[in-house]
Protein backbone atom coordinates (compact mmCIF):
# COMPACT_ATOMS: atom_id res chain seq x y z
CA UNK A 1 0.00 0.00 0.00
CA UNK A 2 1.85 3.61 -1.00
CA UNK A 3 2.34 5.24 1.75
CA UNK A 4 -0.34 8.20 -0.07
CA UNK A 5 -2.91 6.02 1.16
CA UNK A 6 -1.31 4.77 4.06
CA UNK A 7 -0.72 8.02 5.72
CA UNK A 8 -4.62 8.55 5.37
CA UNK A 9 -5.05 5.34 7.38
CA UNK A 10 -2.28 5.24 10.26
CA UNK A 11 -3.83 1.56 11.25
CA UNK A 12 -1.91 0.20 8.14
CA UNK A 13 1.27 2.03 9.34
CA UNK A 14 2.50 -1.03 11.06
CA UNK A 15 3.88 -2.72 7.40
CA UNK A 16 7.53 -1.39 8.12
CA UNK A 17 8.64 -2.85 4.45
CA UNK A 18 6.23 -0.84 2.41
CA UNK A 19 7.15 2.08 4.44
CA UNK A 20 10.63 1.52 3.79
CA UNK A 21 10.15 0.81 -0.19
CA UNK A 22 7.92 4.14 -0.57
CA UNK A 23 9.94 6.69 2.27
CA UNK A 24 11.68 8.70 -0.29
CA UNK A 25 8.86 9.35 -2.49
CA UNK A 26 6.62 9.96 0.76
CA UNK A 27 8.99 12.45 2.05
CA UNK A 28 9.38 14.15 -1.37
CA UNK A 29 5.89 14.52 -1.59
CA UNK A 30 6.09 17.20 1.89
CA UNK A 31 5.21 20.59 1.05
CA UNK A 32 6.70 23.62 2.75
CA UNK A 33 3.73 24.40 4.63
CA UNK A 34 2.75 23.61 8.35
CA UNK A 35 -0.15 21.61 7.52
CA UNK A 36 1.85 19.68 5.40
CA UNK A 37 5.05 19.14 7.61
CA UNK A 38 2.63 18.55 10.53
CA UNK A 39 0.39 16.02 8.89
CA UNK A 40 3.76 13.87 8.15
CA UNK A 41 4.89 14.59 11.68
CA UNK A 42 1.55 13.27 12.98
CA UNK A 43 2.51 9.71 11.06
CA UNK A 44 6.18 9.88 12.63
CA UNK A 45 4.11 9.75 15.84
CA UNK A 46 3.02 6.67 15.51
CA UNK A 47 5.56 4.98 13.58
CA UNK A 48 8.61 6.18 15.77
CA UNK A 49 10.96 3.59 14.02
CA UNK A 50 10.65 5.61 10.60
CA UNK A 51 13.10 8.44 12.19
CA UNK A 52 15.67 6.25 11.84
CA UNK A 53 15.66 6.07 7.78
CA UNK A 54 14.70 9.96 7.82
CA UNK A 55 17.77 10.98 9.33
CA UNK A 56 19.52 8.73 6.43
CA UNK A 57 17.87 10.87 3.92
CA UNK A 58 18.39 14.00 6.02
CA UNK A 59 22.04 13.74 5.63
CA UNK A 60 21.60 12.34 2.05
CA UNK A 61 23.56 14.45 -0.90
CA UNK A 62 20.46 14.89 -1.77
CA UNK A 63 19.36 18.14 -1.48
CA UNK A 64 16.19 18.88 -2.19
CA UNK A 65 15.40 15.10 0.07
CA UNK A 66 17.60 16.77 2.79
CA UNK A 67 15.71 19.49 3.28
CA UNK A 68 12.40 17.81 3.13
CA UNK A 69 13.47 14.86 5.55
CA UNK A 70 14.42 17.88 7.57
CA UNK A 71 11.42 20.20 7.49
CA UNK A 72 9.31 16.46 9.02
CA UNK A 73 11.89 16.10 11.69
CA UNK A 74 12.22 19.59 12.99
CA UNK A 75 8.06 19.18 13.81
CA UNK A 76 8.83 15.42 15.32
CA UNK A 77 11.43 17.51 17.25
CA UNK A 78 8.73 19.71 18.70
CA UNK A 79 6.72 17.73 20.44
CA UNK A 80 8.57 14.54 20.69
CA UNK A 81 12.18 15.14 20.47
CA UNK A 82 13.28 11.94 22.08
CA UNK A 83 12.15 10.20 19.69
CA UNK A 84 15.20 11.97 17.60
CA UNK A 85 17.58 11.28 20.14
CA UNK A 86 19.48 8.35 19.30
CA UNK A 87 19.78 8.92 15.94
CA UNK A 88 20.86 13.18 16.43
CA UNK A 89 23.38 11.59 17.93
CA UNK A 90 24.88 9.02 15.56
CA UNK A 91 24.95 12.26 13.42
CA UNK A 92 26.68 14.63 15.74
CA UNK A 93 30.03 14.97 13.55
CA UNK A 94 27.56 15.21 10.38
CA UNK A 95 26.15 18.45 11.03
CA UNK A 96 28.67 20.25 8.94
CA UNK A 97 28.21 18.66 5.89
CA UNK A 98 24.48 20.01 5.71
CA UNK A 99 25.72 22.88 3.22
CA UNK A 100 22.28 23.93 1.26
CA UNK A 101 21.23 27.21 3.08
CA UNK A 102 17.21 25.88 3.58
CA UNK A 103 18.07 22.68 5.23
CA UNK A 104 20.47 24.79 7.64
CA UNK A 105 17.42 26.30 9.52
CA UNK A 106 15.76 23.46 10.78
CA UNK A 107 19.12 21.43 11.68
CA UNK A 108 19.87 24.74 13.58
CA UNK A 109 16.33 24.69 15.31
CA UNK A 110 16.13 20.49 15.57
CA UNK A 111 19.81 21.18 17.72
CA UNK A 112 18.53 24.04 19.60
CA UNK A 113 15.15 21.85 20.75
CA UNK A 114 17.81 19.05 22.05
CA UNK A 115 19.92 21.26 23.98
CA UNK A 116 16.37 22.70 25.73
CA UNK A 117 15.85 19.08 26.96
CA UNK A 118 19.50 19.35 28.30
CA UNK A 119 19.45 22.15 30.12
CA UNK A 120 16.13 23.72 30.32
CA UNK A 121 14.22 20.20 31.17
CA UNK A 122 17.62 18.65 32.32
CA UNK A 123 15.90 15.89 31.13
CA UNK A 124 17.81 13.01 32.28
CA UNK A 125 17.37 10.53 29.21
CA UNK A 126 19.16 13.74 26.37
CA UNK A 127 21.33 14.44 29.32
CA UNK A 128 22.74 10.54 29.90
CA UNK A 129 23.18 10.87 25.95
CA UNK A 130 25.70 14.09 25.56
CA UNK A 131 28.66 13.57 26.80
CA UNK A 132 31.56 16.21 27.33
CA UNK A 133 32.93 15.71 23.84
CA UNK A 134 29.37 16.14 22.11
CA UNK A 135 28.84 19.32 23.73
CA UNK A 136 31.79 20.62 21.94
CA UNK A 137 31.07 19.39 18.90
CA UNK A 138 27.85 21.33 19.18
CA UNK A 139 29.44 24.48 20.90
CA UNK A 140 31.79 24.52 17.56
CA UNK A 141 28.67 24.17 15.43
CA UNK A 142 26.64 26.17 16.42
CA UNK A 143 29.51 28.97 16.40
CA UNK A 144 29.61 28.20 13.47
CA UNK A 145 26.12 28.43 12.49
CA UNK A 146 25.85 31.79 14.40
CA UNK A 147 28.75 33.50 12.35
CA UNK A 148 27.49 31.88 8.97
CA UNK A 149 25.19 33.38 6.01
CA UNK A 150 21.85 31.90 7.78
CA UNK A 151 19.46 34.36 9.16
CA UNK A 152 17.31 31.86 11.09
CA UNK A 153 19.81 29.56 11.90
CA UNK A 154 21.72 32.66 13.38
CA UNK A 155 19.30 32.86 16.07
CA UNK A 156 18.69 29.11 16.88
CA UNK A 157 21.94 29.05 17.00
CA UNK A 158 22.43 32.17 19.70
CA UNK A 159 20.04 30.28 21.92
CA UNK A 160 21.47 26.98 21.82
CA UNK A 161 25.10 28.63 22.33
CA UNK A 162 23.30 30.36 25.26
CA UNK A 163 21.97 26.77 26.83
CA UNK A 164 25.63 25.72 26.43
CA UNK A 165 26.92 28.62 28.28
CA UNK A 166 25.25 26.34 31.63
CA UNK A 167 27.62 24.14 31.08
CA UNK A 168 30.62 26.12 29.51
CA UNK A 169 30.50 29.82 31.19
CA UNK A 170 33.46 31.02 28.41
CA UNK A 171 30.80 30.83 25.83
CA UNK A 172 28.58 33.22 27.77
CA UNK A 173 31.50 35.84 27.25
CA UNK A 174 32.03 34.78 23.43
CA UNK A 175 28.21 35.36 22.75
CA UNK A 176 28.11 38.54 24.72
CA UNK A 177 31.04 40.40 23.01
CA UNK A 178 29.71 38.51 19.53
CA UNK A 179 26.33 40.20 20.15
CA UNK A 180 27.94 43.45 21.39
CA UNK A 181 29.80 43.82 18.00
CA UNK A 182 27.60 43.04 15.75
CA UNK A 183 24.02 44.06 16.65
CA UNK A 184 23.88 47.08 14.96
CA UNK A 185 24.20 45.23 11.49
CA UNK A 186 22.04 42.42 11.84
CA UNK A 187 19.02 41.12 10.76
CA UNK A 188 15.95 41.94 12.34
CA UNK A 189 15.32 38.09 13.55
CA UNK A 190 19.51 38.52 14.95
CA UNK A 191 18.30 41.33 16.85
CA UNK A 192 15.15 40.07 18.45
CA UNK A 193 16.70 37.08 19.90
CA UNK A 194 19.82 39.09 21.02
CA UNK A 195 17.53 40.76 22.89
CA UNK A 196 15.81 38.39 24.51
CA UNK A 197 19.43 36.46 24.87
CA UNK A 198 21.61 39.34 25.79
CA UNK A 199 19.83 40.67 29.64
CA UNK A 200 20.49 36.89 30.92
CA UNK A 201 24.44 37.32 29.52
CA UNK A 202 24.74 40.41 31.90
CA UNK A 203 24.11 38.48 34.58
CA UNK A 204 25.91 35.34 34.36
Same mark, same amino acid.
Given at each position: @?? !? *??????????? %???A????? *??????????K?????K????????? @??? /????????????????A????????????????E??H?????????????A?? /??A???????? *????????????????????????????????????????? @??? !???????????????????? %????????????????????????
Amino acid at each position: @MP !L *QIVEDIPTAMS %NHDAIQEDL *QAWVAGTLVSKTSRLQKAGVIFSNPG @MVA /PLFNLAFSPEKLMSYKALLILEQVAVKKPEYLLESYHAFLDQLDTITEQRAIR /PLAKITELMLL *QCFKKKDPLFLEWFREEDLEKLTSQCFGWLLGPNKAAQAFA @MSS !LYLLGIRFPWIHTELKALIE %NRYAGESPAFRARARHIFPRLSDS
